[in-house]
């Protein structure tokens, strides 16, 4: 990520330092030339502009920038205790350019995101809907979702914690640990409880609903189709006792379907065909997030 090159400062020895390739000297904004240069501790040098990093800064990033830089003699430098890895990151929010190329770890963008506040930077202010970090933290969704719904719910970041939401319906409620479930807080603890529970109760509704009968016909009246309305009964409380909020529409059809082809009566075969379907399409329309 960063270039290693001879630095000298006007009031010490030279020394090796790293560069940012991205927050470079000569990396201008605007055509505007840095005016400010960030130490990591691993002696990862950034430079950057002023206006840029105070205008996303409710404290001055946490008084860290004098009042009149151009006041420092010698061309301070300005240390903050962040590792490179993880102040790389901040200043791309802030920049709000993207940071996918450097290939972060799930650690590091929470890490990165957790010190916003120390910086007077606001998460919920900076991480919306179509910027780079949030796309970047949706994409590990997939991948990390208890982890990016954490992180999103211990900001309050709401739309990243609804789109989220949808990859957690397979989620293990009991291996949610007590540091999780602190992070998350009540409110975020609560809506993913009630998504999960909320989908499970709505697939035993649909399938708790008795089969209704046809009109009775010459080759199949009511008694006929009680072995019909057992099979059913038995078929759709099979999956209703492992119902999951992950369900998906295959494992309906696959377990309900071969009920189809043991009928012999066409209007029996309708009335189940029509249930199934019915039960398929319900279910796809239950809410599947937050």
């Given at each position: 990520m960063e270039g290693w090159q001879i630095v000298t400062d006007n009031c010490h020895k030279?020394?090796?330092?790293?560069?940012?390739?991205?927050?470079?000297?000569?990396?201008?904004?605007?055509?505007?030339?840095?005016?400010?240069?960030?130490?990591?501790?691993?002696?990862?040098?950034?430079?950057?502009?002023?206006?840029?990093?105070?205008?996303?800064?409710?404290?001055?990033?946490?008084?860290?920038?004098?009042?009149?830089?151009?006041?420092?003699?010698?061309?301070?430098?300005?240390?903050?205790?962040?590792?490179?890895?993880?102040?790389?990151?901040?200043?791309?929010?802030?920049?709000?350019?993207?940071?996918?190329?450097?290939?972060?770890?799930?650690?590091?963008?929470?890490?990165?995101?957790?010190?916003?506040?120390?910086?007077g930077i606001q998460a919920k202010k900076h991480i919306v809907a179509k910027t780079p970090l949030y796309s970047l933290l949706l994409s590990y969704a997939p991948l990390f979702p208890i982890d990016v719904y954490t992180l999103a719910a211990k900001h309050d970041l709401l739309d990243l914690a609804i789109a989220v939401s949808s990859h957690l319906l397979s989620f293990n409620v009991f291996s949610l640990t007590t540091e999780m479930a602190e992070k998350m807080g009540a409110i975020y603890l609560r809506k993913l409880f009630f998504l999960l529970i909320g989908r499970n109760e709505a697939l035993k509704r649909l399938l708790s609903q008795p089969l209704l009968p046809h009109a009775p016909t010459d080759n199949c009246k009511f008694h006929d189709q009680r072995s019909l309305s057992r099979a059913w009964s038995l078929a759709s409380a099979y999956i209703a006792w492992d119902?999951?909020?992950?369900?998906?529409?295959?494992?309906?059809?696959?377990?309900?379907?071969?009920?189809?082809?043991k009928l012999t009566c066409n209007l029996c075969k309708e009335s189940l065909e029509n249930r199934i379907k019915n039960i398929i399409i319900q279910w796809s329309q239950v809410k599947s997030t937050i």
């Open positions: 030279p020394e090796h330092v790293s560069i940012s390739t991205a927050f470079s000297p000569h990396a201008e904004w605007h055509t505007l030339a840095p005016d400010l240069v960030f130490s990591t501790s691993d002696s990862v040098q950034f430079y950057v502009h002023s206006h840029i990093v105070l205008a996303a800064s409710d404290n001055r990033f946490h008084s860290l920038i004098p009042i009149r830089s151009m006041d420092q003699p010698c061309s301070s430098v300005i240390h903050v205790p962040e590792y490179s890895q993880i102040f790389n990151i901040i200043l791309h929010l802030i920049y709000n350019i993207p940071s996918r190329q450097y290939s972060p770890s799930m650690e590091t963008l929470s890490c990165s995101i957790d010190r916003l506040s120390f910086y119902a999951r909020p992950d369900m998906s529409i295959g494992f309906l059809e696959s377990s309900l379907n071969p009920l189809v082809s």
